[in-house]
Structure formats: structure tokens, C-alpha cells
């Protein structure tokens, strides 16, 4: 399985990116995936989740109404459409993936990774 994250870049305060997540050697509707942050000095933070089929998303309390997450299942690939952002949005962006959509934000219950993509909020 290997999951590679895309998209990161350095932004100003309220700009939009979006983040990519193609995932390889799995059968992707089969998984949840979820995005994770990680800032320098702090814990890996759930950012959001969602279903096989896509119907059914997740958000930390920190991201909700800013960003959304979706899926393609035909293209194997996850999306975090971020918007207002804020400086506190930066750290390293995880994709990540699991069977069933239990703890869906607790990190430890992930079986893949991919390798993080930085994202940079300037103020």
C-alpha cells in the first residue's frame, strides 16, 4: 500500500489550497481515509475523515466549516479543500488510511501513511 500526498505550498492568511492523496496497491473503497496534521512540537492532530462510498465526513473542531474533504473512488484519490486559512493551519499534512470507520480520529488505528505534504500559512 503506499499513499502519496500532494499540494502543500506556502500561502497568506485566508487563501484556499488543496491537498491530493493517491493511494496505490489497495482497493480504495475499502478504506476510510482520513487526514492528519502535525506541527512542529505537537501531537499529530485529526483533521478529517470520510467513508468508503464518501457519504459520511468527519472534521476536527479546529477545521470545520473551512475545510472539506472528498473523495474519488474511481480515480483512487483523497482531497482536503482548505479555505480560510489561518497561520495556525500550519504543519505537515497527513494522508492516511483504515478499514473501518470506528475512531476514525484516532491516528494509532491508521495501517497506512503517506509520506506528508507542508503546508505554510503566512500571516
Same mark, same amino acid.
Given at each position: 500500500?503506499?499513499?502519496?500526498?500532494s499540494g502543500g505550498?506556502?500561502?497568506?492568511?485566508?487563501? /484556499?489550497?488543496?491537498? /491530493?492523496?493517491?493511494?496505490?496497491?489497495?482497493?480504495?473503497?475499502?478504506?476510510?481515509?482520513?487526514?492528519?496534521?502535525?506541527?512542529?512540537?505537537?501531537?499529530?492532530?485529526?483533521?478529517?475523515?470520510?467513508?468508503?462510498?464518501?457519504?459520511?465526513?468527519?472534521?476536527?473542531?479546529?477545521?470545520?466549516?473551512?475545510?472539506?474533504?472528498?473523495?474519488?473512488?474511481?480515480?483512487?484519490?483523497?482531497?482536503?479543500?482548505?479555505? /480560510?486559512?489561518?497561520?495556525?493551519?500550519?504543519?505537515v499534512y497527513y494522508?492516511?488510511?483504515?478499514?473501518?470507520?470506528?475512531?476514525?480520529?484516532?491516528?494509532?488505528?491508521?495501517? /497506512?501513511?503517506?509520506?506528508?505534504?507542508?503546508?505554510?500559512?503566512?500571516?
Amino acid at each position: 500500500v503506499q499513499l502519496q500526498a500532494s499540494g502543500g505550498g506556502l500561502v497568506q492568511a485566508g487563501d /484556499s489550497l488543496r491537498l /491530493s492523496c493517491a493511494a496505490f496497491g489497495l482497493t480504495f473503497t475499502s478504506y476510510v481515509m482520513g487526514w492528519f496534521r502535525q506541527a512542529p512540537g505537537k501531537e499529530r492532530e485529526f483533521v478529517a475523515a470520510i467513508s468508503w462510498s464518501g457519504g459520511t465526513t468527519y472534521y476536527g473542531d479546529s477545521v470545520k466549516g473551512r475545510f472539506t474533504i472528498s473523495r474519488v473512488n474511481a480515480k483512487n484519490t483523497v482531497y482536503l479543500q482548505m479555505s /480560510s486559512l489561518r497561520p495556525e493551519d500550519t504543519a505537515v499534512y497527513y494522508c492516511a488510511a483504515k478499514r473501518v470507520i470506528d475512531d476514525y480520529s484516532d491516528h494509532g488505528k491508521y495501517i /497506512s501513511w503517506g509520506q506528508g505534504t507542508q503546508v505554510t500559512v503566512s500571516s
